[in-house]
């Protein structure tokens, strides 16, 4: 592969048998595309979009991802605690992000829309003015995650701790605030 592309569409692409390494994409769009167990090592992803991809186990270390939005796509076990955390900015929407982490990793102003977020471990994360919209956050980790003014409002399924995160001007529903209360085995009617 090249070591730039500008503005290109990838369209059934599959990255499987290969590896990325230097490589930078500006404005480019990826539908339809395989990265499942890919290796992509110090590359750039900059305004580009990931529509019906599959990153399932995909190593992204020391790549940067900046203002990218993945669209009704799998990222099953990515550890987007290895990534270039230089201005990082990534959007999901519909996507399925079960068993990955963001261990440790600065990811302010994140959001997650109508997205399957199971076993994902946000420990020690800082997620300040993140939104998660519709999300089920099923068996997720919130060990001292910074959740500063995210909003949970319409997300379900989660168990957060009120003495292990920081949680100031964070926003819940009265449907949803059982999550916080769990650990105190208070009944919510």
């Given at each position: 592969?090249?070591d730039?592309?500008?503005?290109e ?23 339809n ?8 090592n ?6 580009c979009?990931?529509?019906d ?5 995909t190593?992204?270390?020391e ?25 990082l900015?990534?959007n ?26 199971l076993?994902?471990d ?18 997720s980790?919130?060990?001292e ?22 949680l ?21 009617e």
């Amino acid at each position: 592969m090249s070591d730039y592309y500008d503005s290109e569409t990838f369209n059934k692409v599959d990255f499987t048998s290969e590896q990325l390494s230097s490589t930078d994409f500006d404005s480019c769009t990826f539908k339809n595309c395989d990265f499942s167990n890919f290796h992509i090592n110090n590359s750039e992803f900059v305004e580009c979009e990931f529509i019906d991809c599959n990153f399932s186990n995909t190593s992204i270390k020391e790549t940067g991802f900046k203002e990218v939005h993945f669209i009704n796509s799998k990222l099953i076990g990515i550890k987007f605690f290895e990534v270039n955390p230089f201005l990082l900015r990534i959007n999901f929407s519909g996507c399925q992000l079960d068993f990955s982490s963001f261990y440790q990793l600065k990811m302010n102003n994140f959001q997650f829309v109508d997205c399957r977020i199971l076993e994902v471990d946000f420990s020690a994360a800082d997620a300040k003015d993140s939104y998660f919209d519709d999300c089920d956050l099923s068996g997720s980790i919130f060990n001292e995650t910074n959740l500063e003014d995210v909003n949970f409002k319409t997300s379900s399924n989660f168990f957060i701790d009120l003495e292990t995160n920081n949680l100031k001007g964070a926003v819940f529903s009265k449907d949803n605030v059982a999550g916080l209360l769990m650990k105190y085995k208070v009944k919510v009617e």
